[in-house]
């Protein structure tokens, strides 16, 4: 345990130390130390967040709120029984559906003792899912836990028709290289339904088909569905969009969430704009362009992001007692859909962007 405290702090005090052009190493450790004396907001949050360069502000730091105190702030905003509305994914989509709220289309709950499709018939076994896809047409699925986040058990597949019965190719064995010489679509990384099933685990899923987005979000890069996350507050009877960013995935990937290596891209509320992205870790490495591919990232500006906003806000007001949430924005080609609601986004969102969350709250 001592051992690796030491290495810890002998990286972290070389990571001060790398800071070229910022603030000096002693100032840094100051601060650090103070921020986490008043707010419990530790070295890795500080670096993260930026705080080591010379234009951050005292009060622009301390305005960050602690774990605790913005999990406070949410559950005054939210009142923890409702939270389960949008924590599970079937009651949130269903919610969104019923009040018209533009999301992936629902095919129905995976699960081995009371999965249904949209019909009420069972969608329990591989037989039944041979079922569902021989009268859907989707060419494109995803698999979703009721109850994940971070892209955990994210699933997806290809529908593969040229059979007796449909196959399935998961879009991870797809890279952005590869994709357009598959020319064998029965081959090894092909799976049956049952094949499928098993792979998929004994967690219940939910289905949906596969969001296709609009070609200019695809570009920042294809082979992942790259979301906005923006975060919306209700306050004395208005509902407006506090920040947003936007998420990208890295060559490969099949999810842009930056615990797998995405990228995180601050977005301008006002115009649509991108900064540059950064790694959104303590190393807090930057990205005026995708460091991949070399798509360019800074001064980007997104398509319909006034309507994606205008939609985060509308679906904020259809979930009862909800008052704040990071909703997660994808564009399809014809205009955005919710992915899903958070009730509670991580804070580290608000400092990614530079807005700290006092400020967002009106404290």
């Not at 972290?12 to 450790?29: A, I, N, Y």
Request: hydrophobic content about 40%.
């Amino acid at each position: 345990m001592i051992r690796g405290d030491v290495s810890g702090l002998v990286a972290l005090h070389r990571l001060v130390r790398s800071r070229v052009g910022g603030k000096t190493v002693l100032r840094q450790w100051i601060e650090m130390l103070g921020l986490f004396v008043l707010h419990g907001n530790g070295p890795n949050f500080y670096q993260m967040a930026g705080f080591w360069r010379r234009d951050q502000q005292w009060s622009t730091m301390a305005g960050h709120l602690s774990y605790r105190q913005f999990k406070a702030q949410i559950d005054a905003l939210n009142p923890p029984p409702y939270h389960k509305l949008s924590q599970n994914k079937l009651a949130e989509k269903a919610i969104m559906t019923l009040m018209g709220i533009p999301t992936p289309r629902f095919l129905g709950l995976l699960d081995r003792e009371c999965g249904r499709d949209t019909t009420g018939a069972p969608l329990c076994t591989a037989e039944d899912i041979v079922r569902l896809i021989s009268r859907d047409a989707a060419d494109r699925v995803c698999f979703k836990l009721v109850e994940g986040s971070g892209g955990k058990g994210f699933v997806a597949v290809d529908v593969l028709r040229d059979g007796p019965e449909p196959r399935f190719r998961p879009l991870q064995a797809l890279s952005s290289s590869s994709a357009s010489h598959v020319s064998d679509t029965r081959d090894a990384d092909t799976y049956s339904a049952s094949e499928l099933v098993a792979r998929l685990g004994d967690e219940a899923r939910v289905i949906e088909s596969y969001l296709e987005q609009h070609p200019a979000y695809a570009a920042l890069n294809p082979t992942s569905v790259n979301t906005m996350r923006i975060w919306v507050l209700r306050q004395a009877g208005k509902t407006s969009a506090k920040l947003g960013y936007l998420r990208v995935g890295r060559a490969g990937s099949l999810v842009d969430n930056h615990h797998a290596g995405g990228i995180v891209i601050p977005i301008d509320l006002g115009t649509g704009r991108l900064s540059e992205g950064s790694d959104g870790r303590a190393t807090g490495r930057t990205f005026p362009v995708h460091p991949d591919h070399g798509t360019t990232i800074k001064g980007a500006v997104l398509p319909m992001f006034a309507e994606a906003k205008e939609l985060a806000e509308r679906c904020l007001t259809v979930f009862p007692y909800m008052n704040f949430a990071g909703m997660d924005v994808a564009m399809t080609p014809n205009g955005p859909a919710i992915l899903e609601a958070n009730v509670q986004p991580s804070r580290n969102g608000a400092a990614q962007v530079g807005i700290p969350t006092k400020d967002i709250f009106g404290l």
